[in-house]
């Protein structure tokens, strides 16, 4: 029993290792974008309004309306790519919605991250019910095989659907209830915010849209080696829950008639933009070049008079700091929104930004921290009251190196307007970061009380995980 004890801990000592250098090891390299590939900052720019309108999704449930109704106006083709499909009401309802497009004849795509999907490794019997669907059709991408280590990292993590070829919907959030806060929800939200794009040029058939950017981008991903489809055809429980779904949208429909059944000018109800760019990571597993960073850098990089920046997680390095203090030691008034310790839901993401705040701050931007129970989500980044970028990149490693990553970069004053004064929300209901670190006093805000066990928690988080900040 001794010996056979022994062989298993050497087999599993063995495996560790192989872990180590295959799974690990080769994603703390940090490639560089080629030349050609690079982007200028001139590059986001228009001196006209091109063909695409944009508009802002704020709010939680206006998010999961918007969704809903867009589903229910396709009539050809729905691409719909998430990083994870948390199964619970909103994602009971979108998947219904989805079963409901494909029943009317539009042919569905749906893209799920073979890990944090949700779907095959904890919920099977919803991927059989859905891609057995003859008009959908369900795929994964790299779902993690404990034999081949390296597809531990490299998520899909964008989030995006795309209507016909007349509106795309992208931002950061993914399909759950804690995104939309539904009717009876009571637990924290993460706040997040999406990009609806409206495609003036549809009807022409012309492909000057950034919706076609965007669908070019899922084909490769669609079609690449990294993609398996699970499930094809109907097993034990599979066509009930398929009734299930469908019957839950069809209530929610007659529940709320004008939400699905209300013409919407799509021109009156979004701004004109100069030109809209479709940035992205590229698919294949293991360290990828910063294509989505080495854009946003170059576009802050350029600001002038103000740049203001939200991420949910901002991780130190040299690249970013130096970013920052370029634009603190210029003309531009720079200002950075993250969680706080009370909202993060992020420990491993927020205790390297705690161990290495002190070098953000001593660049010279003024970061503000977020003070509720609640997450903010949302990543957005904004250039002189002119150019907006958002979508799912953070500002840390694994956007910047491992992940597939979207950002939209929208040049229109109107939209950046729009948006500003959407974060001024956060902004007032934060504090400033001081310069050694402490809270600068703001009237009407408090810090948020944060338990012990999560002080040290993050403390302990942080101390074992800095050998392995690159992975956060």
Same mark, same amino acid.
């Given at each position: ?105 539009v042919r569905v795509r749906l893209l799920v991250d073979g890990f944090a999907g949700g779907l095959t490794h904890l919920h099977p019997v919803y991927a059989r019910a ?109 066509? &009930? %829950?398929?009734? +299930? @779904?469908? /019957?839950?949208?069809?209530?929610? =429909?007659?529940?709320?008639? #004008? *939400?699905?059944? !209300? $013409? ?57 700091? &130096? %970013?920052?203090? +370029? @634009?603190? /030691?210029?003309?531009?008034?720079? =200002?950075?929104?993250?969680? #706080? *310790?009370?909202? !993060? $839901? ?95 006093p703001r009237d009407g805000v408090e810090a948020v009380p944060v338990s012990t066990f999560k002080r040290v928690l993050v403390s302990a988080v942080g101390f074992l ?8």
């Amino acid at each position: 029993m001794k010996r056979i004890l022994k062989y298993l801990l050497w087999a599993l000592a063995a495996y560790l290792l192989y872990v180590v250098v295959t799974g690990v090891l080769p994603f703390a390299r940090q490639p560089r974008v080629a030349e050609e590939d690079r982007y200028a900052a001139g590059d986001f720019y228009g001196s006209a309004p091109c063909c695409d309108r944009v508009a802002l999704v704020e709010e939680p449930r206006t998010g999961l309306a918007a969704r809903l109704f867009l589903v229910s106006q396709s009539c050809e083709t729905l691409d719909v790519s998430y990083y994870a499909l948390q199964m619970d009401s909103t994602t009971d309802l979108f998947l219904g919605a989805l079963l409901d497009a494909a029943d009317r004849g539009v042919r569905v795509r749906l893209l799920v991250d073979g890990f944090a999907g949700g779907l095959t490794h904890l919920h099977p019997v919803y991927a059989r019910a859905i891609g057995a669907h003859p008009n959908i059709t369900l795929r994964l991408y790299n779902p993690p095989d404990p034999l081949r280590p390296w597809t531990f990292n490299g998520r899909l993590h964008d989030k995006y659907i795309l209507i016909d070829d007349k509106l795309v919907l992208l931002g950061g959030r993914n399909i759950g209830d804690r995104y939309f806060g539904p009717e009876g929800y009571g637990a924290g939200l993460s706040i997040d915010r999406d990009v609806l794009v409206y495609n003036t040029a549809y009807a022409s058939g012309g492909r000057e849209s950034a919706l076609f950017a965007v669908r070019d981008y899922m084909d490769g991903i669609w079609e690449g080696e990294n993609v398996t489809q699970p499930f094809d055809r109907d097993s034990g429980g599979s066509a &009930a %829950l398929r009734e +299930q @779904l469908s /019957a839950d949208f069809q209530a929610l =429909r007659a529940q709320h008639p #004008s *939400l699905f059944d !209300t $013409p919407v000018d799509f021109a009156a109800r979004t701004f004109a933009a100069n030109k809209v760019t479709f940035v992205h990571n590229g698919a294949a597993i293991g360290p990828k070049a910063p294509a989505v960073a080495q854009a946003l850098k170059e576009a802050l990089g350029s600001a002038r008079e103000s740049c203001v920046l939200q991420s949910p997680y901002v991780v130190p390095g040299e690249d970013l700091c &130096a %970013l920052l203090a +370029q @634009l603190a /030691a210029g003309s531009a008034d720079c =200002r950075v929104l993250t969680n #706080s *310790l009370a909202s !993060t $839901p992020n420990l491993p993401a927020f205790s390297a930004y705690v161990q290495g705040r002190q070098s953000l701050l001593d660049t010279g931007a003024a970061f503000f921290e977020y003070q509720s129970d609640d997450a903010i989500h949302a990543k957005t980044y904004i250039v002189d009251g002119r150019l907006s970028a958002v979508g799912s990149f953070n500002l840390d490693p694994r956007s910047t190196y491992l992940d597939t990553e979207l950002l939209l970069f929208i040049d229109s004053e109107d939209f950046a307007a729009d948006l500003l004064a959407v974060q001024q929300r956060y902004f007032d209901r934060s504090l400033q970061v001081g310069p050694g670190g402490e809270y600068l006093p703001r009237d009407g805000v408090e810090a948020v009380p944060v338990s012990t066990f999560k002080r040290v928690l993050v403390s302990a988080v942080g101390f074992l995980g800095r050998p392995l900040r690159f992975l956060v």
